[in-house]
């Protein structure tokens, strides 16, 4: 069962109003990929770099990851990784998670892409992907 936004506000202390992304980004993303979205060696890419002007026109690939996970090797950065992220769908309703691509889009210096709206994530959901499908997403994006 998904978690509401409020759920997950009371299990990270209450410390984040409602939207607040930075508190979800730090609460479930920050571990690997960093505050700052700088990443962490071998383990998770970084969240920033030129890739993201690409992958940005692409105003579902965002979603998308958040949604569905990624798996498989990527190279970020002139940095290969290989790894897993999971799939939040399961965890995080729509606000929760609209409210962290928001943030990433922050932390990537487009704030012209931001804001993300619950409503952009409810069709991703029903459509079918796991994270190896959201690597060949990025891979026809990206052409790596």
């Known amino acids: 069962m998904r978690a509401s936004l409020s759920t997950v506000l009371t299990v990270c202390g209450g410390a984040a109003a409602a939207g607040d992304g930075a508190a979800l980004y730090a609460a479930h993303c920050a571990a690997c990929h960093q505050v700052d979205g700088s990443g ?47 799939a939040f769908a399961a965890a995080l309703d729509d606000a929760a998670l609209a409210a962290i691509a928001t943030h990433l889009a ?37 052409g790596d």
């Open 40 to 86: 962490t060696l071998g383990l998770a890419p970084a969240l920033k770099g030129p890739h993201w002007a690409t992958l940005a026109a692409r105003r579902d690939y965002l979603p998308t990851v958040l949604l569905k996970g990624m798996a498989g090797m990527i190279r970020v950065n002139g940095q290969t990784v290989v790894g897993s992220m999971p």
């Open 106 to 142: 922050t932390l990537q210096g487009d704030a012209a892409r931001a804001p993300y709206e619950a409503a952009e994530f409810a069709p991703l959901r029903a459509v079918a992907g796991d994270p190896a499908r959201t690597r060949q997403l990025r891979r026809s994006v990206l």
